[in-house]
């Protein structure tokens, strides 16, 4: 892969929004999880700079309470001391220009202390969108894009823009004082094990690829839901949604592994530059196709096994008349030769009943079926690739019902990483780190792809904003999202697949 030893060399890196929730949920852990690796360079030190007004030792002890709880033993607690001391902090205020002052004489004295002979720096953004601009801006203004005593690079979290307009304004201004191959557009998605595994179960295996096409798959259905709320981030997921939370970043990128040619190499442009022709052929959606391809849904009170559950309207910090959507599902078409004619369908949602993310590939029935029919698409063969949780692999298939006659009833042939009982699936932010930290971009999001999801996404958004008579269902939580999703597949005896937490209880009807 591109600009890759495996090895990450002596840096610094600066987390801005380091007392923050994913800095704590999961930048923190995931560090420390590469310390347990012994994957974290020798010279390796992480800058934490916050508005909050709390020394070295503080910062240190904040990010010991939330590992403590999560790693308990006497050989663990050892190892945290030992990270704790690699932790730093500066209070900043990162619309002054001054702060960056500070940071810069911070870092070098980090750098003297810790004596590394490159000044190599990562920056993280782990802030609310609105510093995405500002921060790599005001690095710039004070040297800190300069590459001469050590390379430099910049890792902004999804999402990137708010619209296409906004996301090219973003990346205007960061091309102004950064070059390409320094920005890591993260995408978690993308460093999830499953999610890579897309890559191999397609390419390292011959029986796949003939089959992989128009001319045998039906359809494609991709779902990704959780079974809770927007808990306590009302002030992003308010102005965000659905759309732009989930969809336009990683269901769309995992459209692009699903739906790619095989690339020439497993480097980094080969793989993106597959992906991204996915995305680009994805086929725009004009005003009509917006009303009848695309459904919103917002949740709604209700009660789920006992206790009561808050509509979303109702939840702390969001408008009592708030038209954002908490649900969103699509039909859409991918127009190139591969996948001509075939509908891919995709559905995302808040306060469903189970956290589940999955891939249904529904292959095409025979041309002349022999046996006696089953009720729905039963005689379908479907490929399941479950991204998370119960990760694995489901192929079902129909076989002889033993007895007279010829009854077929639908198997399951089930791989579960589970079963890999040696291996641990690492998070995706440890993955993803480590790439940065080796200067890996395959993982990362390159900005054309990032353009063309948005290309795609703008005419839902300008529909559900200026189109009144697109309704937002409201739909109690803990059900599967308004009912009318059920009518975006249109095909008789074909609907959605009501996945259960365990990959193979899957029979439509699993406990909720
Ligand atoms: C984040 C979204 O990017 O992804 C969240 O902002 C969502 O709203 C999360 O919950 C889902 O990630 P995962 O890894 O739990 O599927």
């Given at each position: 892969m591109s600009n890759q030893n495996n090895s990450p060399e002596d840096q610094i890196l600066v987390i801005f929004g380091a007392t923050g929730d994913l800095t704590r949920r999961k930048l923190m852990p995931a560090l420390f999880e590469l310390e347990m690796l012994k994957m974290l360079p020798e010279k390796f030190v992480i800058l934490g700079v916050g508005r909050s007004s709390i020394s070295d030792i503080d910062f240190r002890e904040h990010n010991n309470k939330s590992l403590k709880d999560a790693y308990s033993s006497a050989k663990d607690q050892k190892l945290i001391k030992g990270f704790l001391e690699r932790l730093f902090y500066l209070?900043?205020?990162?619309?002054?220009?001054?702060?960056y002052i500070a940071l810069r004489k911070k870092l070098q004295l980090l750098r003297k202390k810790s004596s590394m002979q490159n000044f190599n720096l990562i920056f993280y953004l782990s802030t609310p969108p609105s510093l995405y601009e500002?921060?790599?801006?005001l690095l710039a203004k004070a040297s800190l894009n300069d590459e001469s005593e050590g390379w430099k690079r910049i890792i902004i979290e999804k999402p990137f823009g708010y619209d296409l307009k906004s996301a090219v304004e973003l990346n205007e201004?960061?091309?102004?004082?950064?070059?390409?191959?320094?920005?890591?557009?993260i995408d978690h998605y993308l460093g999830k094990e499953t999610v890579q595994n897309v890559l191999v179960t397609r390419f390292s295996n011959g029986i796949f690829e003939p089959l992989w096409n128009r001319n045998f798959?039906?359809?494609?259905?991709?779902?990704s839901a959780e079974n809770f709320g927007v808990g306590n981030r009302a002030g992003y997921y308010d102005q965000s949604g659905a759309l732009r939370d989930m969809v336009q970043n990683h269901l769309l990128q995992l459209v692009g592994l699903i739906a790619m040619e095989p690339p020439a190499s497993m480097d980094s442009d080969a793989i993106r530059n597959e992906t991204v022709k996915v995305l680009q052929s994805l086929r725009p959606?004009?005003?009509?196709?917006?009303?009848?391809?695309?459904?919103r849904g917002q949740y709604t009170e209700s009660t789920i096994k006992g206790h009561k559950v808050k509509a979303y309207r109702s939840e702390k910090g969001i408008s009592s008349d708030s038209q954002t959507e908490t649900y969103a599902a699509l039909k859409f078409y991918i127009d190139n030769w591969r996948w001509g004619g075939v509908p891919f369908y995709l559905r995302t949602g808040k306060h469903l009943p189970t956290r589940v993310t999955e891939v249904v590939i529904h292959f095409k029935p025979t041309p002349h079926y022999l046996f006696a029919k089953q009720e729905g698409c039963?005689?379908?063969?479907?490929?399941?690739?479950?991204?998370?949780?119960?990760?694995?692999?489901?192929?079902?298939?129909?076989?002889?019902?033993?007895?007279?006659?010829?009854?077929?009833?639908?198997?399951s042939m089930d791989f579960h990483y589970?079963?890999?009982?040696?291996?641990?699936?690492?998070?995706?932010?440890?993955?993803?780190?480590?790439?940065?930290?080796?200067?890996?971009?395959?993982?990362?999001?390159?900005?054309?792809?990032?353009?063309?999801?948005?290309?795609?996404?703008?005419?839902v958004l300008d529909g559900w904003k200026n189109n009144a008579s697109i309704p937002l269902h409201g739909y109690p939580a803990g059900t599967w999202g308004p009912d009318i999703a059920d009518e975006l597949i249109e095909e008789a005896d074909i609907g959605w697949r009501y996945p259960c937490a365990a990959l193979t209880g899957d029979d439509n009807f699993c406990a909720l």
């Open positions: 209070q900043a205020d990162t619309k002054s220009e001054e702060s500002v921060i790599p801006r201004s960061l091309k102004k004082s950064w070059k390409e191959n320094q920005v890591f557009r798959i039906h359809h494609v259905e991709i779902t959606l004009s005003e009509k196709d917006v009303v009848t391809n695309t459904i039963k005689s379908c063969n479907q490929l399941i690739i479950r991204i998370q949780p119960d990760e694995g692999i489901l192929l079902k298939f129909g076989m002889k019902t033993p007895g007279a006659g010829f009854n077929v009833q639908n198997v589970n079963d890999l009982s040696d291996v641990r699936i690492p998070d995706a932010y440890e993955r993803l780190l480590l790439d940065a930290m080796i200067g890996d971009s395959t993982l990362y999001a390159r900005i054309d792809a990032v353009f063309a999801a948005w290309e795609f996404i703008q005419p």
